[in-house]
């Protein structure tokens, strides 16, 4: 090994442990929130008992580059909720990514193209859905800092993959991932499922 790829391998570890300790900080934040804020998801009977969201482990090898594809006329997708409603988002961005040694494809959607500040929703099932990850799907959201464009590549952290409110709470009701975003593969990063 040169000394410029030894170079290269430390920074890589640099950058792995800042990013796994930059993580463990914001999951402590959102475990306090939920613990403790009056708009927390967790019902305030459980909430006293709460002793934070079950994780998978830091995973850095979960954040992929995915390629871009744009669709300049958007698609209407309906999703079913889990309230047995149907809300309708529209189909503006398809990611491709390799990950376990295969290519995979998710769909991004919003309910408001045209609006920018609108972030993009990528609600996703995977081999890990209602076993160790919550049953009804997890989701990834994306607040890209420009317009995405065909070709353009974008980091999917799976590490940031989270549960929707309605798995804590009846209360909420929330899009389910559409079949086309069911993942064949297991994503053990981001938030397990989790039982009062």
């Known amino acids: 090994m040169t000394d410029d790829e ?14 796994v300790s930059e993580l463990r900080r914001n999951r402590e934040e959102k475990d306090d929130f939920f613990g403790s ?19 998978f482990d830091p995973a850095p090898a979960y954040r992929v580059e995915a390629t871009v594809e744009t669709h300049a006329d958007p698609e209407p997708v309906p999703m079913e909720t889990t309230a047995d409603n149907e809300v309708r988002y529209v189909r503006v961005v398809t990611f491709a990514f390799d990950l376990a040694d295969e290519t995979h494809r998710l769909h991004g959607y919003k309910q408001r193209p045209d609006d920018d500040e609108e972030p993009i929703f ?49 209360t909420f009701e929330c899009p ?14 981001g938030e397990k499922d989790w039982q009062p």
């Open 37 to 55: 804020h009056p708009q927390s998801p967790i019902p305030p009977e459980h909430r006293e008992g709460f002793d934070g969201l079950e994780y």
């Open 6 to 19: 030894g170079e290269t391998t430390a920074e890589a570890v640099t950058t792995d442990e800042d990013y």
């Open 176 to 189: 389910l991932p559409p079949e086309e975003n069911w993942l064949e593969t297991a994503v053990r990063a």
């Open 122 to 170: 990528v609600p996703f099932r995977d081999k890990t859905t209602g076993q160790e990850s919550y049953r009804g799907g997890r989701y990834l959201e994306l607040h890209p800092a420009d317009e995405l464009g065909d070709g353009d590549r974008v980091t999917l952290d799976f590490n940031l993959a989270y549960t929707p409110f309605c798995a804590f709470s009846e």
